[in-house]
């Protein structure tokens, strides 16, 4: 099963790694700094957000962020406000963006973690294999995983965002959007796959615990 899953995942990153042309080369950050004015009002201007309902950028991978930002501007995935933001970048713009952004510290002032039921799923996932354990791909801090790529031995060289320290509520919006088919972005379904077996309750505790993760 695992190899089946990784042949699917490799092909699915090849294929987005054509439509990028390249995986993420670097950017100008101090560029990305005065370009990243206008996403201030949402994601923070240090990519830290104040609004539950937007996502923190700050420390995120780099190929990652370029991943959405690109998804975005060629209409594989959607969003009212991100995607009318997004179209305009030329490649440039989106190189410089991600630079500033994944250069920011991620910053959370949420106590520790405890021992809830978001915790428990993290860890171990819900009755493996029907929804894998965050943690093999997103790691213990929720760090994010950038080596799959590599180990895949196809760019983009990432599968897994940072997402310790995110909003619980976009955390939520997310996993309820990949569960509705909504979102479909994901790499070979992974994330599909995986909040399509959570109810409400789940997500919600799996997100508070994400949320308050230290990375």
């Not at 991978?61 to 370029?66: A, G, N, R, S, T």
């Not at 910053?107 to 973690?113: E, I, N, Q, R, Y």
């Not at 929804?131 to 983009?156: F, R, S």
């Amino acid at each position: 099963m695992w190899r089946k899953q990784a042949g699917m995942a490799a092909l699915a990153i090849a294929g987005w790694g054509l439509l990028a042309n390249v995986a993420w080369a670097g950017g100008d950050a101090q560029a990305g700094r005065e370009k990243a004015v206008a996403c201030g009002a949402c994601h923070g201007v240090d990519g830290n957000s104040l609004n539950p309902d937007w996502p923190s950028l700050a420390g995120q991978v780099p190929d990652y962020l370029k991943k959405q930002l690109l998804d975005f501007k060629l209409g594989h995935r959607a969003d009212p406000l991100m995607t009318p933001m997004a179209q305009p970048l030329a490649p440039p713009d989106i190189d410089d963006l991600v630079a500033y952004f994944s250069s920011q510290t991620v910053k959370s002032d949420l106590p520790a973690p405890s021992k809830t039921e978001g915790e428990r799923l993290y860890l171990k996932g819900k009755n493996r294999p029907q929804a894998t354990a965050c943690v093999g791909c997103h790691g213990p801090k929720g760090g994010g995983n950038g080596a799959w790529g590599k180990i895949l031995a196809a760019p983009p060289a990432v599968l897994a965002p940072a997402i310790g320290g995110q909003q619980a509520a976009y955390l939520t919006k997310q996993l309820r959007a990949y569960r509705d088919g909504s979102r479909k972005n994901d790499v070979a379904r992974v994330m599909r796959d995986i909040a399509g077996s959570l109810d409400d309750r789940e997500i919600a505790a799996v997100a508070e615990y994400i949320a308050s993760l230290r990375r």
